[in-house]
């Protein structure tokens, strides 16, 4: 069955410190990848996503993703974080062509000391 | 830009009464989905809507539950004779398409089985 594991439930870093949560899946066909992220009393927005081509996925507010298909991890990257970044993050996957429906991880939950 | 929105926020409901949670998608999407996040757990896909019908459901979609599309702009999701463990936040989400196209969400509906 299709899985998706998020090794880092709970992150504290301080302002400007460097993010790289992971997220590694589970499933033998072709995927699509997904990081979202809901800030405190929000709704789950895109952060980035990988379909295809380069693996290295630039997203808003300065997020990057490297998708490693040997791996099968994605995951997620801040050279600097602030503040602001507080939230939870959710990796999450599709079967590409079989299935619209998203597996997503248990999420991370991120807090960032000023 | 265009939101997904939910409507109620909360919804208090005693055990075994009907409860319907609405959501109006974006305007120009064609794919509708119902996913659920029992506190503490990762969010579960229920079930997806195109063309009318149910495209895809999870085994938690039971008969308990039904989606439909009333008109051209809501989308439903009724669950009848509610139980405790129905409690959860339930999100609703949209797409232009499927596979690759990144799905949108709304803010959610958080029901209370008393």
């Known amino acids: 069955a299709q899985s998706v594991s998020q090794h880092n439930h709970h992150v504290i870093l301080s302002e400007a410190a460097s993010l790289e949560l992971g997220c590694n899946y589970s499933y033998g066909g072709t995927v699509n990848l997904f990081w979202y992220v809901q800030y405190p009393g929000q709704h789950l927005q895109l952060l980035l996503k990988y379909f295809s081509g380069d693996p290295l996925v630039k997203g808003i507010k300065g997020f990057e993703a490297e998708f490693i298909k040997s791996k099968f991890s994605f995951n997620l990257r801040k050279p600097s974080v602030q503040w602001s970044d507080t939230a939870e993050y959710f990796c999450a996957v599709n079967s590409r062509g079989a299935t619209n429906k998203l597996i997503f991880g248990t999420g991370t939950l991120l807090a960032v000391q000023p | 830009e265009p939101e997904v929105t939910q409507t109620p926020s909360h919804q208090v409901t005693q055990m075994g009464q009907e409860v319907i949670l609405r959501c109006v998608p974006i305007s120009n999407h064609l794919y509708f989905y119902w996913y659920r996040q029992i506190l503490g757990q990762k969010v579960e896909f229920l079930v997806s809507?195109?063309?009318?019908?149910?495209?895809?459901k999870s085994e938690i979609f039971d008969d308990q539950f039904s989606v439909e599309r009333p008109d051209g702009s809501n989308f439903t999701l009724k669950i009848r004779s509610t139980k405790l463990e129905d409690s959860a936040m339930y999100f609703c989400?949209?797409?232009?398409?499927?596979?690759?196209?990144?799905?949108?969400f709304g803010d959610g509906t958080r029901l209370s089985i008393l």
């Open positions: 989400a949209s797409s232009e398409g499927n596979g690759n196209q990144p799905q949108h």
């Open positions: 809507f195109y063309n009318n019908e149910i495209s895809e």
